[in-house]
T-cell receptor, first 119, second 112 residues
Framework: GAVVSQHPSRVICKSGTSVKIECRSL??????MFWYRQFPKQSLMLMAT?????????EQGVEKDKFLINHASLTLSTLTVTSAHPEDSSFYIC???????????????FGNGTRLTVT | GQQVMQIPQYQHVQEGEDFTTYCNSS?????IQWYKQRPGGHPVFLIQ?????EVKKQKRLTFQFGEAKKNSSLHITATQTTDVGTYFC????????????FGTGTKLQVIP
């Protein structure tokens, strides 16, 4: 089945630094990937839709300059948290659709997530 | 905007007891998906329902899609400790072709 790999799984950084998170589709091509953020004991909130070869689409309230998304190839999307602050500490998860099923309603396959802690 | 609520938020059950989580959307859904997230893990797709009134079973899990396609339920019969986790329903975002809105989730704790 479709496998999505996310790296790193855990990162601790100092306030003011930038952190890059990679999301790879290992056995399929993903023209679209989704980045979610999850606070402790809460649901997944969609941050942005990453589109291969074009600009990402951000959800309302998500700062584009804060969360830079680059979808450089059909198998790789990256999320960079720039000038990180403690309030950016969270669980970030990427996902992509199973390419073998119709787009509308096809299941999402998630990476293992990245737990970011900003000190 | 579109909201997808789940109740209860938390549920503790004794192993062997049944468990049900309910999902309600503020808008009609073309389909509904269910995911399970183990503690410390990532969501894993369980099933998708498409038709009004549809019922699907996976071993001890029974999924139902409401007639109006605005609500859904997940019922687990005779829970086991392996059922521990948070269960999310998810539906397509209105007008947002590929995007999905996740429900608020129900966290299940099974007491051995």
């Amino acid at each position: 089945g479709a496998v999505v790999s996310q790296h790193p799984s855990r990162v601790i950084c100092k306030s003011g630094t930038s952190v890059k998170i990679e999301c790879r589709s290992l056995d399929f091509q993903a023209t679209t990937m989704f980045w979610y953020r999850q606070f402790p004991k809460q649901s997944l909130m969609l941050m942005a839709t990453s589109n291969e070869g074009s600009k990402a689409t951000y959800e309302q309230g998500v700062e584009k300059d804060k969360f830079l998304i680059n979808h450089a190839s059909l198998t790789l999307s990256t999320l960079t948290v720039t000038s990180a602050h403690p309030e950016d500490s969270s669980f970030y998860i990427c996902s992509a659709r199973d390419p073998g099923t119709p787009i509308r309603g096809s299941p999402l396959h998630f990476g293992n997530g990245t737990r970011l802690t900003v000190t | 905007g579109q909201q997808v609520m789940q109740i209860p938020q938390y549920q503790h059950v004794q192993e062997g007891e049944d468990f049900t989580t309910y999902c309600n959307s503020s808008t009609t859904l073309s389909n509904i998906q269910w995911y399970k997230q183990r503690p410390g893990g990532h969501p894993v797709f369980l099933i998708q329902l498409v038709k009004s009134g549809e019922v699907k079973k996976q071993k001890r899990l029974t999924f139902q899609f409401g007639e109006a396609k605005k609500n859904s339920s997940l019922h687990i019969t005779a829970t086991q400790t392996t059922d521990v986790g948070t269960y999310f329903c998810a539906g397509p975002v209105s007008g947002g072709y590929q995007k999905v809105t996740f429900g608020t989730g129900t966290k299940l704790q099974v007491i051995p």
